[in-house]
């Protein structure tokens, strides 16, 4: 592997001697490393880590930070790469292009003005979806670590790493749910008649209808009418439910009438909520080995099935209306800040920024892979997907409103209810019905899937590299999986109740929100730009792909993004509203003091730790600050950073226990 030279504004750190034992360097300030000022060389002795060589150093001159090394050592297991780059990005595909992509992005397209959404969102795309993208994977591959280590290049603020851990914990923990609901509808998809299609059902009321005749009721003054062949009165009609809604809310949830009333567990529902976290852990319980190969599979299948459901969509009558709403621009819609804040907020829950997963992934790379290629190609197939699945979606939502003489407005829906409503209603109208609905949930399934299981990795690498090699245990990995799985079950239970979609939608709505995702990419962009340095992090990025970003991504970095995303974290903040169910049940005040808990839980860890951290470092504030933003280096950036240092383990250990000496030059 080919190893760059250190740019003029970069440190050699050339190792002279070390040792096996004495005590690893304080991070709280117990003793700060000297830093030359006259831009010379200068010795400098300090302690080393028990685990085996540590460096500590500072780079002279007034414009240089300081550095520290640390040495895998002895114990420390060799990072895990992809076998081969294309296991990467179908692993992010695989992660990124989820849920959200089908069936949220479709529902704000139409709703902001059909094709006019696409400004706002491309415009977005490129100073704020692509640039945070792009730098939460180069951070990952630069410093080969996941979500908290990656912060050792300005330590103060590992708070980031542990705020994107509660994030992902969270949503990994009620994500699921979609899945264990998919799963339900694949295996009462195995059957003669479909459950959702038919009024015959134990769960089902007089108001169930399985076929509407809006045509009948067309004059207004036919209120008190019987409509032929359902038996009902046109003002009944009004308010008769479909089965496919029946099932979905008396069956499947059977909903309690709020949080408050919590009602059994639906049995059935826990035993495939069971099932699919035990899939989840075979998926990742080895690593990315075996992730790598597994995404092949469930990140491609969905296109497949996308496709099938397309070609019997624009078939359907009415599909040609529905298309044309998906479309169709309404250029007033840009005047509107909603269509601009719905825009951000898309961008940063369909690429899957701020939750650490797409640093763990990136760590696995190869240090000199191209990574600023791959979020290009990779954001193209995030965003190509979303606007191709809102063509699949549209066209039979235009049947839907066909079929029930009604405006497209009234059946367009976003989240759960599109799902588990209009899809199974498009499934049960094509021939061999069980066929197509086993095919669609078990896409539907694959497609959470994935997003699933690279959470549960990313959620795992960055707890696994929090522990130093001494507690390295061959099985670590299988039994972290396990209990991260056990304990995500444990709190799932709580949604399988009566009252579980109450609690699925306080998960939903606070702890993994639009303004905790942004308030953690604006910080990440301040930590990155101005705390460690734009022009310094551009530089470590060529040291890998071997040229130099365009510069726009400094600019976004530095000004452009953390504006976008402080202005339109300040917009929700200002525009709250309290949450509702179905724009009926309000939630109790306790109820939203829950939401917020889980909201503020993840965002105060940033400002904490860095209270926290000052609070414990010692001597001035300039000192503290000086010594607590020096970058904590890994062995890996010796010999990628400085092509003069000889290996680690080429190295014998000195006669002195205690210290190590090294020499510093300004390149």
Not at 206 to 213: D, G, L
Not at 227 to 247: D, H, K, R, W, Y
Not at 323 to 334: A, E
Request: with cysteine.
């Amino acid at each position: 592997m080919e190893k760059q030279a250190l740019p003029a504004s970069s440190c050699s750190v050339v190792l002279l001697e070390e040792t096996r034992k004495g005590p690893h360097p304080l991070s709280n300030g117990g003793s700060y490393p000297p830093v030359a000022s006259n831009g010379g060389l200068g010795p400098l002795t300090v302690g080393t880590g028990s685990s085996g060589g540590v460096v500590s150093g500072a780079c002279a001159g007034p414009d240089k930070k300081g550095v520290v090394v640390t040495g895998a050592g002895p114990g420390y297991p060799e990072r895990e790469t992809w076998t081969r780059q294309m296991d990467f990005i179908m692993s992010c595909v695989g992660f990124a292009v989820g849920l959200g992509n089908v069936w949220r992005f479709p529902y704000l397209c139409y709703k902001n003005g059909g094709g006019v959404f696409l400004i706002p969102y491309l415009l977005i795309v490129f100073v704020g979806g692509i640039p945070i993208f792009f730098l939460e994977i180069a951070l990952g591959q630069f410093m080969k670590a996941g979500s908290i280590n990656v912060w050792n290049i300005a330590p103060l603020f590992k708070g980031l790493g542990y705020a994107s851990m509660v994030i992902v914990f969270f949503c990994n923990t009620y994500y699921i749910m979609v899945l264990a609901w998919g799963f339900y509808y694949l295996i009462k998809s195995f059957s003669s008649t479909l459950p959702w299609s038919s009024c015959n059902n134990e769960w089902n009321t007089p108001s169930c209808i399985e076929s509407f005749h809006h045509q009948d009721c067309s004059n207004a003054s036919a209120a008190n009418a019987t409509v032929s062949g359902v038996n009902m009165t046109c003002s009944e009609l009004a308010n008769a439910q479909s089965p496919i809604i029946e099932f979905w809310e008396n069956k499947v949830l059977n909903i309690s009438s709020g949080l408050e009333e919590t009602g059994q567990i639906n049995w059935e529902l826990m035993l495939c909520l069971m099932a699919v976290w035990v899939l989840v852990y075979f998926c990742v319980w080895k690593g990315v080995k075996s992730t790598g190969k597994i995404v092949y599979f469930t990140a491609t299948f969905p296109y497949v099935v996308l496709i099938i459901l397309l070609v019997r969509g624009v078939t359907l009558p009415g599909a040609y209306d529905g298309i044309m709403y998906y479309i169709k621009p309404d250029w007033s819609k840009l005047q509107e800040a909603q269509v601009w804040i719905d825009a951000g907020t898309q961008i940063f829950f369909s690429y899957a920024i701020g939750l650490g997963a797409l640093t763990a992934l990136g760590s696995y790379n190869r240090f000199n892979n191209d990574c600023y290629k791959d979020a290009f190609v990779l954001a193209l197939i995030n965003s190509g997907t979303s606007f191709f699945a809102g063509f699949v979606v549209f066209s039979i939502l235009g049947f839907m409103a066909a079929e029930q003489g009604v405006d497209i407005s009234q059946v367009a829906e976003s989240g759960p209810g599109l799902a588990f409503i209009a899809y199974p209603k498009a499934v049960s109208l094509m021939p061999v019905a069980p066929v197509w609905a086993a095919l669609f949930f078990f896409m539907l399934l694959l497609l959470g899937l994935d997003s699933q299981f690279v959470g549960v990795e990313g959620f795992v690498t960055g707890i696994l590299d929090l522990f130093p090699g001494k507690y390295y245990h061959r099985y670590r990995r299988e039994i972290s999986v396990a209990i991260c799985c056990l304990l995500c079950f444990i709190i799932d239970i709580s949604m399988v109740t009566q009252g579980g979609m109450y609690v699925f939608q306080l998960f939903d709505y606070y702890s993994a929100s639009g303004m905790t995702l942004l308030w953690q990419a604006f910080w990440e962009c301040i930590v990155v730009s101005w705390v460690y340095g734009a022009d310094r992090f551009m530089d470590d990025v060529a040291r890998m792909i071997g040229y130099r970003p365009f510069p726009w991504m400094k600019w976004c970095w530095s000004f452009i993004t953390p504006c976008v995303c402080m202005g339109i974290f300040l917009f929700h903040l200002v525009n709250y509203k309290p949450l509702t169910y179905n724009n009926e049940y309000v939630y109790p005040w306790w109820g939203e003091v829950i939401g917020w808990c889980l909201a503020l839980s993840s965002m105060l860890c940033i400002p904490v730790s860095v209270l926290y951290k000052l609070f414990r470092a010692k001597g001035t504030f300039r000192e503290r600050w000086a010594h607590l933003t020096t970058p904590v280096w890994g062995a890996h950036h010796l010999e990628y950073m400085a092509p003069d240092v000889k290996s680690l383990s080429s190295l014998s250990p000195g006669t002195d226990d205690n210290k190590v000496i090294i020499f510093e030059s300004v390149m």
